[in-house]
């Protein structure tokens, strides 16, 4: 299946900021399974391009001058092979995603909650039922929660979106001793629900990573355009920077995912 992506990110001061360093990860990489057909980023100005710790392809953008508005577009096509149901991806040892970090660390109930699931065994019918508990649990909420909110905050509300429930499946699986990576990255689906960039979990399986998309309760990655990974949000973030001024931000957004099966 091919996807179109059309995202564009656009950022408003109060006051222009002085100067600003602005770390990208919009842009997707082939590897089995997926394949970039083409894909375009317009920025302000030419930026830097690196690969991060995890192997994400990043940009860098450095504006010296001042500004009141920055904005970024992303697009392009992706093919999906529909017919898998994991990911082959042999970059980072597993075990480096056994690490908790301030937005995934496991309290008593998330264990609580995962031990149920998966005492009599670690497979993915278990993970997927822990899945669909955590979803029954924190009901999908727009605005419940920010970037910033951990899995314990996230799950003690009782809501929140699909950063929050990604956060909260990894603090539960990696306390039992089984990788998982949070994924960001574009979900196409008829709904209108979950119009930005998406985020997921994968757990490390027989060798294998599996898709465990908690919001939309899908389990496998016949949708997904993967765009990075890391141990939790802050890893794999579309946009991270710091500046110099400007006051209070505003962030405006439009995304656009479809099929060429619409």
Known sequence: MKININHETRYSY?????????LLRVTPQSFNGQQILSWRLTLPR????????????CTVISLHEPHEHLLIQASGEVDIDESRNCVEDKRIPPQLFLRDTELTRCTGQIRALAEMHLADGVSRAALEKYSADILLRMPYTQGSTGVATSASDA???????????????????????????YVSGYLYTESEQHLASHAWAEAYLDGNWYVFDVSNQIFTPSHHVQIAIGLDYNDAAPVRGIRVGGGPERMDYHVQVLSDQQ
Do not use: M
Request: proline share 4%; with cysteine; glycine share 14%.
């Open 155 to 181: 799950f003690l509300l009782g809501k929140g979106v699909c950063q929050d429930h990604t956060h909260v499946f990894l603090a539960g699986v990696r306390a039992l001793g089984i990788p998982a990576r």
């Open 14 to 22: 109060d006051t222009p900021t002085k100067r600003s360093i602005q």
């Open 46 to 57: 030419l930026g830097s391009e690196l690969f991060d710790g995890f192997g994400n392809f």
